[in-house]
């Protein structure tokens, strides 16, 4: 809901259970009173009237009561007196960087509204429940200079979360080059926060990461033209007591697959400002006479329910407003994946004996991985040849495709459209679509070069090439993956001056592409990868409602790296697979179970060579497979809980949609000598309400639960796993 206070001059945004409080003052600067637990009230003001004026500030207007830098102001320009970090910075064509923005008016739209080339969160209000959905627009002009800026500010009221992006408009004669515009930017009159953002690197990615803030700026950020395995677009500040169920936690997450930049700076008056968007460093747009620009959408969550209560916001919102709306709700496929079974060597005989296997245990995908295509037996070859090897596979993909679906299965492709090979006709044919810098060798990394997408010419092919791979029926899933970051960026179709603008016109590109083959191929379920998780956002969510955590297929491994995604993620946007040991990545053995039950936190996949399993070991593959049958409605659509992420052990739970069904795992990594018998402690069920343990008699109270926990088992295995399943019941 958006409540406007004219005499105020006060927006007050409400969620069900937040608000935030933005307020224009006498001078045209528009602050944020109050961003947190939701508030009752008609006047707010008094936060900022009640200022001390600080020392040694500059003026503002000439007014020596007023210092602009101590005000926690909405979204800070360069140029006016406030010497922070701004959230905008211009540059016009007689060398001023001063830009001068007040407010000028405002619009409260209903619903949400699309951003124009962006992937956003949606109104779905169209699928005929009322929307609580609106959307306030702020606009600030700078008469002077002929620039207008508009901050969109679009509240899910249900979901209880706000996002924020903003629009550039030049409506002077001649050009304005934006040098950084951030999507979203927060301040608070307060200093006392810890900061968590996700860190790591390929196969350790979501690494979460808390530090307590002090004076000076902290940023987290991607040069590499994807969001990164070293870093998520996502930074949250917390009370410093804030646990997974206590405390207040404010989110932003980056809907934008590229280079990003996330900072917090805590400045000399205690005041902290959080903000996010589009990577400055090496970024400049030219703004053309009469031309808008907009920039990606954060997603602002707060929650006085500790982590938890953050995680399971973002969860349900992306579920039910980000994600392709006709996945989000399908039972995903268990795919078996032929990549670490057999790399690149494999011919007709080995998919099908491995599609036999798969069909043998109740997988219901079949995965062919990279190699299928050009003449590609490693990684040095025929990117950009989407032709059938039809001599590896011992006919066409259509064939293939079809002996799948007689053993019952669907069938999924690999691919990795965005690249070229250096051996490969396509490169032969027009070396000139790559992105590489003039005077240079082209730098090579995994064996290719990244198409510039930037050019039109190069999208029509792109999508023409996987169209037509497509088209025909037979595939009903696509692992369009992404091995290599853009190094020497330039692009030989944009100006010289132009250059800065390559990495964002990249994902406009790419973003352009997907929507176009998405809404080709509805059916076609397309799962995001990026060597794992190196571009797992919710940019990608969009168009991709799952997406590979990482290339890490250790379970143990897993655990560190599936806690992290959840911060944000929901479960069922992460693919996981049950891999073979010795696991390929670290040499670890685990039992399978513990495999089983660490994947099934997400959605469950196999990929190891099923051929060489054991009667028990198929046995026991089927079996596992079964149960997941049984409970992944839970993992796919319930609430998801953390209940332990400490170095030694690991657990988690989901409740169903309907709160009738629970299932919750536990790893213990090492096992611990002489310790004592303990307890797991669940979470979110109803206290008064029974439940009763599956495969024992033994019924209680979810208070019982929650308080007194259920027994752990005494293991003496290191990665030992137990998994459990509740159910509600009548009072026995
Ligand atoms: C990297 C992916 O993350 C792997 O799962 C696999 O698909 C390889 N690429 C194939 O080249």
């Not at 404010?250 to 400045?267: I, R």
């Not at 998919?351 to 050009?374: K, M, N, Q, R, T």
């Not at 060579?609 to 409970?631: H, R």
């Not at 000598?673 to 307890?679: A, C, F, G, L």
């Amino acid at each position: 809901m958006i409540e406007v206070l004219e005499r105020e001059r006060t927006f007050h945004l409400s969620t069900e259970h937040t608000s935030m409080i933005l307020h224009v003052m006498e001078s045209g600067h528009v602050v944020s009173l109050y961003w947190g637990g939701k508030v009752y009230g008609k006047e707010f003001s008094y936060i900022v009237d009640e200022l001390k004026k600080a020392s040694y500030l500059a003026w503002t207007d000439g007014n020596r009561n007023f210092r602009l830098e101590q005000y926690p102001v909405l979204y800070p320009v360069f140029g006016n007196p406030d010497l922070r970090s701004p959230a905008l910075h211009l540059r016009y064509e007689d060398g001023s960087r001063i830009t001068n923005l007040r407010y000028s008016s405002y619009r409260v739209l209903s619903g949400k509204q699309k951003i124009p080339g962006l992937p956003t969160v949606m109104d779905r209000s169209e699928d005929g429940k009322e929307s609580d959905e609106a959307t306030l627009e702020l606009v600030f002009a700078d008469r002077s200079r002929g620039i207008r800026l508009k901050l969109l500010f679009s509240v899910f009221g249900k979901h209880d979360a706000i996002t924020q992006s903003a629009v550039l408009i030049n409506d002077s004669k001649g050009s304005v080059w934006v040098e950084k515009v951030m999507s979203a930017c927060f301040s608070f009159l307060a200093d006392e926060f810890d900061c968590i953002t996700l860190t790591g690197a390929w196969a350790r990615e979501f690494r979460r990461t808390r530090q307590s803030l002090r004076q000076g700026k902290f940023l987290v950020d991607s040069r590499r033209g994807a969001s990164g395995h070293g870093q998520n677009p996502f930074l949250a500040l917390t009370d410093p007591g804030c646990t997974e169920d206590t405390g207040n936690v404010y989110g932003m997450n980056l809907v934008y697959s590229g280079s990003f930049e996330a900072s917090v700076e805590v400045d000399m008056q205690h005041n902290t400002r959080m903000m996010m968007g589009i990577q400055s460093f090496d970024f400049s747009w030219e703004l053309h006479s009469g031309e808008e620009f907009y920039t990606p959408e954060a997603v602002l969550v707060h929650s006085d329910r500790g982590l938890n209560g953050m995680s399971q916001i973002f969860h349900r919102l992306y579920r039910e407003r980000l994600m392709p709306p006709n996945w989000a709700e399908r039972p995903r496929p268990i795919a078996v994946n032929n990549w670490e079974a057999t790399y690149f060597d494999f011919d007709r005989k080995k998919l099908l004996d491995l599609a036999d296997e798969a069909a043998g245990i109740g997988a219901e995908l079949f995965v062919l991985d990279d190699g299928w295509f050009g003449h590609r037996n490693s990684d040095g070859s025929s990117l950009g040849d989407w032709k059938v090897n039809e001599e590896k596979l011992g006919g066409s993909l259509k064939n293939l495709g079809q002996e799948m679906k007689e053993r019952g299965l669907g069938f999924g492709i690999w691919m990795e459209p965005e690249m070229v090979s250096p051996d490969s006709d396509l490169f032969r044919a027009h070396p000139d679509w790559i992105i590489a810098a003039p005077l240079e060798e082209p730098q090579v990394a995994r064996n290719q070069y990244v198409l510039d997408l930037s050019r039109k010419c190069v999208r029509e092919f792109v999508i023409e090439a996987v169209a037509e791979i497509l088209e025909g029926g037979v595939i009903d899933y696509v692992k369009w993956d992404m091995n290599r970051n853009i190094t020497d960026a330039f692009s030989g179709e944009l100006f010289p001056g132009n250059q800065k603008e390559l990495m964002h016109r990249y994902m406009l590109g790419l973003y352009g592409i997907l929507e176009e083959l998405t809404e080709r191929f509805p059916e076609i379920l397309f799962e995001g990868c990026a060597g794992g998780g190196g571009r797992y956002d919710p940019g990608m969510l969009y168009y991709m409602p799952q997406i590979w955590v990482s290339d890490d297929t250790d379970a143990i491994e897993r655990l560190r790296i599936q806690d992290g995604a959840s911060l944000i993620y929901p479960s069922v946007s992460m693919s996981c697979h049950v891999s073979a040991v010795p696991n390929h990545q670290i040499g670890r053995i685990t039992p399978l179970k513990t495999r089983g039950i660490v994947a099934m936190q997400g959605v469950l996949g196999y990929e190891q060579d099923l051929t060489k399993c054991t009667e028990k070991g198929k046995k026991e593959l089927a079996e596992q497979i079964g149960y997941y049958k049984t409970v992944r409605h839970i993992m796919q659509e319930g609430t998801f809980y953390r209940l332990r992420a400490g170095e030694n052990d690991y657990a988690w739970m989901h409740i169903s949609r309907d709160g009738s069904e629970i299932l919750a795992g536990y790893v213990q990594v090492m096992a611990k000598p002489n310790t004592v018998p303990e307890r797991l402690q669940l979470k979110g069920l109803e206290e008064k309400a029974w439940y009763a343990l599956e495969g024992t008699d033994i019924v209680r109270t979810g208070s019982q639960w929650i308080h007194c926990g259920l027994e752990l088992d005494q293991s003496m295995e290191d990665y030992h796993a137990v998994q459990w399943g509740l159910r509600r019941v009548e009072m026995p």
